[in-house]
């Protein structure tokens, strides 16, 4: 089976569960600028770019996949969430980016096989996936970064295409399963995704699955570009996703009505991986890991959410105890829709036969 059909076959039996938090994951090993530099000879300084650590210091990032995986997860998402040229750029590091991306999917790669592997021994089929994440790089598409100049661009649709392009490649190459574009502050930025990956997929001759994942700035369920979640929804529905979603910016208390609201209509699975909470005075998530379970279980119970995570703040401990809560309890079933003509501005308008 291609790895939509295996992922859509899993997702038919239970909820499945994605990983949580890297960043944070990785402060807590308290590197020094020596193990992010390496022996890589770069001119910046490297401290920061928990992206390079795929090639300076490995361990760090293949320990964190494993202890997701025993934590429960089903869903590897590469360290790459800055791999990108305009990210690395920063780090003098652009050169660097098939290769990081390459070898950060392999690690994932490699554990999710060694857990897969260890469960078929035991006479159990559990397949492991690998979902190669593509962040919103530092620049926007719909914005201009100039009060002054409104129809300024830092970047253009056809350089940021290329970007992505590089990216995604490298991550298939490396073994993903599915490209993630993930925390989607900017729809156009996604569409720019979504390009990218539907060129790879006319290059490769097979099908790339792609996983969309909003993030939202208010509270009122908007992103940064000025989409509520429906009409976000509208504006990508077109790449057939395999997954719709949402990460980032709140907790789970926060994102409740809007998990909801993208449950009801949307015509495929809903992930959702939300923040251990709010940042306390000093940016520290204090959420404990049954608190934010319990408020995911709710969205399970309701039959709202077919894969479930953590983003930042989320620990090993925070995933097994969503997968502990979970456990047992059915996986929503995808909406069939009627077939109206649905178009999204910054709000959705839908004409209704």
């Known amino acids: 089976m291609s790895p939509r059909e295996t992922f859509l076959a899993e997702a038919a039996k239970r909820i499945l569960i994605t990983d949580g938090a890297f960043g944070t994951e990785i402060q807590n090993w308290k590197l020094a600028e020596a193990d992010y530099a390496g022996n890589l000879g770069l001119s910046h300084e490297q401290k920061g770019n928990n992206d390079i650590l795929a090639l300076s210091k490995p361990e760090v990032p293949e320990a964190i996949h494993r202890a997701y995986f025993e934590a429960g997860a089903d869903i590897a998402e590469t360290n790459t969430f800055s791999a990108n040229r305009i990210s690395q750029a920063d780090y003098g590091a652009e050169h660097l980016v098939r290769e990081i991306n390459v070898e950060s999917a392999r690690l994932a790669r490699k554990v999710a096989d060694e857990f897969q592997a260890k469960d078929a021994a035991n006479g159990i ?8 994440a593509i962040g919103p790089t530092n620049k926007t598409l719909s914005l201009s970064p100039d009060v002054n100049d409104p129809g300024y661009r830092e970047i253009d649709w056809d350089t940021l295409v290329d970007v992505y392009k590089e990216q995604a490649a490298a991550l298939i190459e490396g073994g993903a399963d599915f490209i993630l574009i993930e925390t989607v502050f900017d729809t156009l930025n996604a569409k720019a995704g979504i390009m990218a990956v539907k060129q790879l997929e006319a290059e490769l001759g097979r099908e790339v699955p792609i996983m969309l994942s909003m993030t939202l700035t208010d509270l009122s369920g908007r992103n940064l570009s000025g989409h509520t979640v429906e009409a976000f929804w509208h504006a990508v529905r077109h790449a ?3 997954t719709i979603g949402l990460n980032c910016s709140f907790g789970a208390t926060q994102l409740r009505p809007h998990v909801k609201t993208l449950s009801e209509i949307a015509d495929t699975l809903i992930m959702i991986y939300p923040n251990a909470g709010l940042p306390n005075e000093l940016g520290a998530y204090d959420e404990m890991p049954d608190t934010t379970a319990g408020f995911v279980g709710e969205w399970a119970v309701a039959g709202q959410v077919n894969v479930l995570g953590g983003c930042c703040g989320s620990t090993p401990a925070h995933i097994a105890a969503i997968a502990q809560q979970v456990k047992g309890v059915a996986p929503r ?5 009627e077939p109206v003509t649905r178009l999204a501005g910054l709000e959705p308008f839908i004409m209704a036969a």
Not at 125 to 132: E, N, Q
Not at 333 to 337: A, D, F, T
């Open 125 to 132: 089929s559990r397949p492991r996936f690998v979902a190669g």
């Open 240 to 242: 057939r996703p395999i």
């Open 333 to 337: 079933k995808v909406p069939s829709l």
